[in-house]
């Protein structure tokens, strides 16, 4: 990995290292789909906060729309308004922890009042509709397309007779116009939302000053994005190597417990289950925390002054100018 992948890898971590606070923030901002930039190689279906959360508004809406009013049915609408509050909070938090990491990466290793946990949230909350304006518009450039585009093109192919020409065809579209969009819009939302915290920019100015970021260095973007794809897998075959690790003397344990104690084999579960519930939320938070200050880091990079080009891009630069201005 050349100079500058391990500057800001290294960086990265020294952040957290000395700014332990930011995996309050991780816990938060894992819930916006942060691996949703390859996530689409292996599946096109959304699984982030911001597509659940308004998917299952619109759903509550619809039945508090269509809903009798009696007094039978209180219980149930009360519960979907409390469903309705609960995932507006944890957007809210999701949103806003994603402008804090920004904001708390910005500030480095700075030791003074404005590196805290709460000048770092308070700076994601003020910014938290820009943010959810470029969150929503990624979404929705997916599906303005995928409607307005692609299923007319399916469409039409049904009329066709061969089902091996519409697979085809599909299958070109998926691959080669889908997958290309939605990364595409994905390292432009991450470079917009640095624009929104760091440069005080609008959603529609912060977008399109994003999009002129990647396509100068989408090689650098694309490069950190199969980095980071590489580190995610070996994160997760750690992670679970050591839920197995910290779970299998507890279930040992309990199977030789519970010949001689139903209630010790209960405490030990109940313990083992908590253990491994713990380790699970730190490895998710430190996993969303270092994502995005990672991003944040080539981000300031990126738009700071002076040549900070990688090996890969400075290699293209010289042999395919075109393609890496």
Do not use: C
Request: net charge positive; charged share 10%; hydrophobic share 60%.
């Amino acid at each position: 990995m050349d100079s500058f992948y391990r500057k800001v890898y290294l960086r990265s971590w020294q952040i957290i290292k000395n700014n332990w606070y930011v995996l309050f923030f991780g816990l938060f901002v894992s819930a916006l789909g942060l691996t949703g930039d390859f996530k689409v190689l292996s599946n096109l279906e959304t699984s982030d906060i911001v597509s659940t959360t308004l998917l299952d508004w619109l759903n509550i809406f619809q039945t508090f729309a269509t809903a009798d009013m009696t007094w039978d049915k209180m219980p149930t609408l009360v519960m979907l308004l409390g469903t309705f509050l609960f995932f507006a909070v944890i957007l809210v938090m999701a949103i806003s922890s994603q402008g804090a990491l920004i904001k708390a990466t910005a500030n480095g290793d700075k030791k003074n009042d404005k590196n805290n946990l709460v000048y770092n949230l308070q700076a994601g909350v003020e910014k938290f509709w820009p943010l959810f304006g470029m969150n929503v518009l990624n979404k929705l450039i997916s599906f303005v397309f995928i409607v307005g585009v692609v299923v007319p093109i399916i469409y039409l192919l049904s009329f066709s007779q061969s089902a091996s020409l519409i697979n085809l065809i599909i299958a070109i579209i998926v691959f080669f116009v889908l997958i290309p969009l939605a990364v595409i819009i994905s390292f432009v939302t991450r470079y917009g939302a640095s624009y929104i915290i760091l440069k005080n920019q609008s959603v529609t100015q912060a977008f399109f000053n994003a999009w002129r970021l990647f396509r100068v260095n989408w090689i650098i973007s694309l490069e950190n994005a199969l980095a980071l794809l590489v580190f995610t897998l070996v994160y997760t075959i750690a992670l679970i190597s050591a839920l197995a690790f910290i779970i299998t003397p507890f279930l040992i344990l309990g199977y030789i417990v519970a010949q001689i104690s139903a209630l010790g084999f209960w405490l030990l579960l109940i313990v083992g289950s908590l253990a491994a519930i713990l380790l699970f939320l730190a490895a998710v938070s430190f996993f969303g925390a270092y994502y995005t200050i990672v991003w944040t880091e080539v981000f300031i990079r990126l738009t700071s002054r002076g040549k900070n080009e990688s090996k890969a891009h400075r290699l293209a630069k010289k042999h395919l100018p075109r393609l890496a201005k």
